[in-house]
Structures are given as structure tokens and as C-alpha cells.
């Protein structure tokens, strides 16, 4: 197969790969622009979320359950084609059903308050999105993997390229839209400020100001599960796979079950975002030094500085090593997985730290997993199988540090094809008071153990390491003045 790779031309800001996208800020649903008058469309653009006006729901169509393979779509999904026209479009909107060739709809888990948006009348069901000016600022061309069906089965590779992949059925007023959205920003965290003061970071102006901030390109990528692929990478039958994911999330999506030859699916769950600190195409040559952090999010660490856990630290150290790493001519990569409480959930998770401060004997890292399973079912729910797909989209073939001592995001990065050659552990100092219990019973269960600690990491040291009680959490009175 010959690959072309697209010049980039500049367009206002804009990468793009061809010529410019038809201007869709027209297009409606049911009405056309001639016949839409000017108050309905500023009624329709007003901000119905802080104001009382509402309209009323009137759907169009009857309630339909399911549907039914003698009426397909008009577009098909060829996974791994290799153009975006050959691949096909995915169309996961409901303003135009006749059209749809996925099960689920866009936005994930939010696709729940846009229900609420449209049933409280604050929102035309039918509205469609202006997605003029909302192309890519830099831009993120095909790599080989896109084109292996293989390699890539939880995101559309071509997500962020829809007005240019799928210009000819915008103009024809086809409802499709970005799966992925990419954008440039400042992020700021105040441990980077501590960097610079501490001298382990230098301010240059180009990848990090004085004021502590990053410059990054940032990507916010849609769970788009291409059926058989995820069957596949978990080892199991793409016919298992679908009545599990029917049955277990209360029959919510029936067609699951029903459309077997619908192979691609938007789950009602969160996405992730991709930091790169770099030129991003640096991403894709593999003379260049790699370094990333496959990131799970923690609300109460990454947020709000909880001790319980090394989640919050080992980010902020990632992103340090991104930025050292970007400063010395390289790229750095932060992925951000919306996997809360290893995909259990924050209720599931306080409950598991309940039961391990108040077991027999306190909380011990000989015990850590096992109150999980107690309480969840199963230790680990994150299952990194999927988890190599953004860095297989950004081109990545090679990683000089991994900054993770996981050994399920190590083996699932490797058997994909990546190559590591450095993993990186979280400093001695940066690991918070409360959190000795999960690293030491981490690294015990095959994490990765760096090189100073290994002989120490045994049996008795798992029965010693012990965290705070619940009634040492509490403050004991007010404090003095």
C-alpha cells in the first residue's frame, strides 16, 4: 500500500488537508435557510440555559425501538480504508435516522443531558451544529495505523477531518460530525510554578512561561468502538461482546443485539484528551525522543489533592518530564482516560476506602486488592486493552520514558506494536503520606519496581505498610488560635 501523506496548507489558523469546507452554519433540519425566518433562528441561538423560555417537545416521528437491516443505511463503514471517502462517514446523529449507520449517539455519557435539554424544551431536537471556523489548528495526518484494522478499534482515526474527509455530504447536507476535536491551550498547575522555583523546570517562553503555564495542543477524543476490533483485542466473540453490553446496561441500546450488520458503536461513556507538549509532528518521527504518561482520571487526587493515592503526583511529574522533554527538542504526551475509580466509579471506590480503613487490622497493602474485589467484583475494571488506540492515531512507534509503572499500560502498549525502552517510577518524595498502602501492594501485585527498591518489595513489606484509620482522618476539635 502506498501512503500519501497531505501537505499542510495554512488557512487562517487552520490546518487542512484539502480545500475549504463548505460553510454548514446554514444548515437545519427540516426547514431550509430560505425559509427559516430571522427570529426563529436568534430564538433558537439564545442562551435557553439562563433564561425561563422553553418550547415544546414535538417529535416529528413515532417512538421506534429498534431498527431492522432490510432498511440500511445509505453509507457504509469500512474500517481501516484507506481514505476517509472508502472508510465511510459515521453517522451517529439523530436528526436524520434514514441516515444513521452506527448504534449509539455522539457526545457520550452527556448524550443524557442533551435528553433533558430537548425534553424541558430548551433545546430543537432537530438542532444542527455551525461547524464553520471549528477545524484543527494544527494538523494530524493519516500514519500507517490508521489503515490496520487492527491497530485502531475505539476511536475514528478520521474524526477530526470530517469537514475536509466529508465535504461532498456536508454540501449535500448529511449530518455528520467530529468525533474528535482538537484545539491549542495554556494549562496551568501550581506544582509547575514549584518546578521553576525549585530550579527542576526553566521557564523558556516557548513550551513554559514564568508564570508556571504550558503550552500544549489538546485533542478531546469520542469512545467510537468498531465492534469486532474490541471483540478481538479482549479475545472474546464480537456475538458475546454485544449481548454483554446490552444486558449490562439495562438494554439500553437494543440494536446491539439486533443490527449485527451495524459493526461500530459510540458507548454512553466519558472520552479522553490527549496533551502534547511539542510539535506534535515530532509525534510521528521516531528520531525524536518520546516521552508519555497514559493518564486515569482520579477526581480526588487530580482535583482536590487527596492523599489517599499517587494519582495527582505521578500526573504532575509526567507533565514535568513532558515538558523537559519537549524543552530538549523532543515531544512529550499526556493521555487522559475519564476511567474514575478504575472505570468502578467514585461511589464504588469510597466505598472500597470504608472498607479498608475499617477491616481487621487496618488498611494494609497486603489487603488492597482484595477489598476492591470484595466490594466491586473485580480489581481493575480499566482493562488497558484499548488504551494504545490514541497513541497509534498520533503515529507514535517508539517511547524513550514511559512515565507509568503499570504493568497492565506496559504490556498493552508493547503487545500493540510500541516500543518502550524506559520506564519511569514515580519519585520517593512526590508519593503523599496516605498512599504508601497502594504503591507498595501495586508494585508487590507486578508493577514496575525501579531498580533501588528491588529485594525490598516482598511479603513482609506489603503486611507492614499500613494507612490512616477513618477516625484519624477526622479532625479531633477546632484548631488554636
Known sequence: MVLSAPVPVSDGGRAKISSSPQDVSSFEFGKSPATRTETEMSKQMSAWGRDKNRGEYKPLTHVVLTTHPRRPSPYNVVWGAPTAQERGPVIATITQPKNRNVIGTHNGSYSVYRSIAVA??????????????????????????????????????WGHLVLDGFEDLLSKEVDVRPTIAITKA?????????????????????????????????????????????????????????????????????????????????????????????????????????????????????????????????????????????????????????KEGRSLGEVTKFLVYNARKRQEGGDRAETYFHRTACVAGVEDMRFQELMPDSLHWLGITKIDD????????????????????????????MIPADAHVEIDAKM??????????????????????????????LLAGPMDD
Open 120 to 157: 424541558a424544551g430548551k433545546m430543537d431536537p432537530y438542532f444542527r451544529p455551525d461547524l464553520h471556523n471549528t477545524a484543527p489548528p494544527v494538523l494530524i495526518p493519516p500514519s500507517p495505523s490508521w489503515f490496520d484494522p487492527d491497530k485502531i478499534v475505539s476511536m475514528d482515526p
Open 186 to 338: 495554556h494549562i496551568q498547575m501550581l506544582e509547575l510554578v514549584e518546578a521553576i522555583d525549585k530550579g527542576r523546570l526553566v521557564a523558556d517562553g516557548k513550551i513554559l512561561n514564568k508564570d508556571g503555564s504550558c503550552v500544549v495542543t489538546k485533542a478531546a477524543i469520542e469512545h467510537v468502538w468498531h465492534l469486532p476490533g474490541v471483540a478481538k483485542r479482549f479475545g472474546v466473540s464480537e456475538a458475546s461482546l454485544r449481548r454483554c453490553m446490552f444486558e449490562q446496561t439495562g438494554g439500553m441500546f437494543p440494536e446491539l443485539v439486533t443490527r449485527s450488520d451495524m459493526n461500530v458503536f459510540l458507548p454512553p461513556i466519558g472520552g479522553q484528551t490527549v496533551y502534547v507538549f511539542g510539535p506534535v509532528e515530532y509525534c510521528r518521527d521516531p528520531s525524536k525522543k518520546c516521552t508519555v504518561r497514559v493518564h486515569d482520571e482520579c477526581n480526588g487526587s487530580d482535583v482536590f489533592g487527596s492523599d489517599i493515592c499517587t494519582c495527582r503526583p505521578y500526573l504532575v511529574h509526567g507533565i514535568e518530564e513532558c515538558v523537559r522533554t519537549a524543552q530538549e527538542g523532543g515531544v512529550g504526551v499526556i493521555v487522559y482516560f475519564r
Open 402 to 429: 514511559l512515565i507509568s509503572m503499570s504493568d497492565m499500560k506496559y504490556n498493552a502498549i508493547v503487545d500493540s506494536g510500541i516500543e518502550v525502552r524506559n520506564r519511569v517510577a514515580i519519585p520517593d518524595e
Open 444 to 473: 508487590y501485585a507486578g508493577y514496575y519496581v525501579p531498580e533501588n527498591k528491588r529485594g525490598t518489595v516482598n511479603e513482609d513489606l506489603v503486611k507492614l505498610t499500613k494507612g490512616r484509620s477513618l477516625d484519624e482522618d
